[in-house]
């Protein structure tokens, strides 16, 4: 069984389907490109499987589980990341309530700040 | 409330006033006579609402008030024998209104201008047309209705006129005004339809009354506004010290990106909208009881919600301590310069120089200059979070 599969995920802009009929699956392990020209809908794409937008039609599968309707923050919760194209720090934030933004809202809910400040410290993001 | 001093009234002396009407089509189609156009400060503003109920209109040609209004240009400098104490009175708010009235059928009432009594009215309710009933009142603290030592400001005044419709049976009336008089009109046009159209939520015009708490023990009063005041900061203090501090955070910087890393957007923000609310509806809850009275013009008063924006901003955003501190400062010097000279009245100046001047050298507010200036430990003891930079 596949890792994630899309099957026939549409996407309109009014009368602009930016995505029509998306449809590929990623197996665990593997790594998936999806290129195209400006305005292909890459990014549209992107927001779709993370929940950032809703498909209006299609469906969605992660770990064999239906998320086409589940919002962002429980796509993420179930194991879904995303990144973007260009780097979103919490820019009001430090670096290790960056960190522990991500933690406490995915699967670490219980992270203190010293934890959060040893990933910091292996990955030498620390100053 | 001392008489204001009659010799004050002197009647306008409008042939050297120019009138001025905002209808181009009655000035094309009734120029002024050459002699009327001379140079003066007078101008006449007619502000004529349909039914002030709903939206103004402007004044169109063959408004039956129009065909009065020629008199008004023709009046002479001799406001002539006053009705004197046969002037009739109703009560408005704590005020003795008095009013001229003539005619019948559909009411007008006529606001007059700055300086002048309902008198400047006379000549056009002498030639009122059929089937409209003029009704002149002297605003507060000119002609016949005494006035109180300060507050002319113009809600005040609409607000006077709207309590003055009430008594009179006026639902529905024209409502003329000559220059401060349209101002007048205009504003209960605007601000005075929630409380004529609501009178059972808002109390119309009279507004609400409310026995004092705790039979006005103002220290047990003391003591329940410093238990919300703790509450408050309780809450303010829940979210910094918690997951919450994190979740705000995020979404405040990126919505998008917070929802992705995990953040529940939509519930973070109801759960926020509903303590902030919760809190201010305690606040309100005890500042009713506690000042008895409220009407329309001040329960809707725009400075209670700039006050709300304009304090924390002051003080420090983001902080527990800055809008603490922020409203403790500027309702302070608020006060200050009301009873200090040579602001007086003109406070509502410096303080809004005061703001301006908040606002572009000190971003980040008092605390802000306190962590500049005494570094992050003092900030953090007021209990504000180090300011991160993300530049």
Not at chain 2, 27 to 56: C, H, M
């Amino acid at each position: 069984m596949a890792l994630l599969e899309v099957e026939g995920l549409v996407r309109r802009f009014r009368g602009l389907a930016a995505v029509d009929g998306l449809s590929f699956s990623v197996d665990e392990g593997r790594s998936l490109a999806i290129i195209g020209p400006n305005g292909a809908g890459k990014t549209t794409a992107f927001n779709l499987v993370s929940g950032l937008l809703a498909a209006h039609g299609g469906r969605v599968r992660f770990r064999g589980s239906d998320i086409t309707r589940a919002r962002a923050h429980a796509r993420c919760r179930a194991g879904l990341g995303r990144t973007f194209q260009l780097v979103q720090p919490f820019a009001d934030l430090t670096v290790i309530e960056n960190v522990m933004v991500g933690a406490l809202f995915g699967r670490e809910p219980r992270l203190s700040g010293s934890a959060a400040r040893g990933r910091v410290d292996r990955v030498a993001l620390w100053p | 409330m001392p008489q204001p001093d009659r010799s004050l009234e002197a009647p306008i002396d409008l042939s050297r006033a120019r009138a001025w009407i905002d209808a181009e089509q009655l000035v094309e189609t009734q120029p002024l006579p050459q002699s009327r156009q001379a140079n003066g400060p007078i101008w006449v503003y007619l502000a004529l609402p349909d039914t002030f109920r709903t939206s103004p209109r402007r004044l169109y040609v063959g408004d039956p008030l129009i065909s009065a209004l020629p008199a008004a240009w023709s009046w002479g400098p001799d406001a002539g024998d006053r009705p004197g104490d046969l002037m009739p009175a109703v009560r408005a708010r704590d005020l003795l209104v008095h009013y001229l009235e003539r005619g019948t059928g559909e009411p007008a009432v006529l606001v007059h201008g700055n300086w002048a009594t309902s008198s400047w009215w006379e000549p056009v309710l002498d030639r009122l047309p059929a089937a409209v009933r003029g009704i002149a009142p002297d605003l507060r603290g000119r002609g016949r209705t005494a006035g109180p030592d300060n507050d002319y400001s113009i809600p005040s005044l609409a607000g006077d006129l709207a309590a003055f419709a009430d008594p009179l049976g006026l639902e529905r009336f024209h409502l003329v005004g000559h220059s401060l008089g349209s101002a007048v009109a205009m504003e209960l046009a605007l601000t005075g339809t929630l409380a004529l159209q609501l009178p059972d939520v808002t109390g119309g015009p009279v507004g609400i009354s409310m026995p004092p708490l705790f039979g006005g023990d103002r220290v047990a009063s003391y003591y329940l506004a410093a238990a919300i005041f703790a509450l408050a900061l309780a809450a303010s203090l829940a979210v910094r010290y918690t997951r919450a501090h994190y979740a705000v955070s995020a979404i405040r910087s990126n919505e998008a990106v917070a929802a992705v890393m995990g953040v529940d957007v939509v519930r973070t923000k109801v759960a926020l909208f509903v303590a902030s609310a919760t809190l201010a509806a305690l606040a309100g809850a005890f500042y009713m009881p506690f000042i008895t009275h409220t009407d329309s013009q001040d329960a809707f008063d725009i400075s209670r919600s700039v006050a709300a924006l304009v304090f924390p901003i002051f003080g420090g955003i983001y902080t527990t301590a800055g809008p603490v501190v922020g409203t403790l400062a500027l309702r302070s010097f608020e006060e200050y310069l009301r009873v200090t000279p040579p602001w007086k009245e003109g406070y509502q100046v410096m303080y809004g120089a005061v703001i301006v001047i908040a606002v572009l050298f000190l971003p980040r507010g008092i605390l802000g200059l306190v962590r500049r200036h005494l570094g992050g430990r003092a900030a953090q003891l007021m209990g504000g979070r180090r300011w991160r930079s993300s530049r």
